[in-house]
């Protein structure tokens, strides 16, 4: 009499395997989508920042500016006045510019979090081979 074997034969290994395998694969798609949505979040949030930096630096500048330019008028010449104003308007507006390009710096396209489980999974697979 022969030994009878309860394990799975090597089509039913294949088939559970190549559905483990699409499983992962769904999932790692659908946490790459989730992490690139958290991402494009965060960037829209720094494009925010330089909207209402440039939108603010503008009424600030023109009401701002007509102040300073008569103020100063009355110490210098009309033309010194005006260009002593702009570089002190454009210099605030470049700082407020450089921070919302420094969010968009900070940010990571790459869906970090995707490709460290990607990583794991090969490395579990390479395991399974063995």
Known sequence: MGVKYDSPSIGECFS???RQASD??????ALAKTELTQTATRMGKGAGFVAAGAALGYAALLTFIAT??????????????????????AAAAGIL???GINQFKAEKLAPR????TIQEDVQWAKAQKN
Request: with cysteine.
């Open 16 to 18: 559970d395997l190549t």
């Open 24 to 29: 992962l694969v769904r999932e790692e798609v």
């Open 68 to 89: 300073c330019v008569v103020l100063l008028a009355l110490v210098v010449k009309l033309w010194l006045a005006a260009l002593i104003m702009f570089v002190i308007v």
């Open 97 to 99: 510019i450089m921070m």
């Open 113 to 116: 979090h995707t490709m460290q």
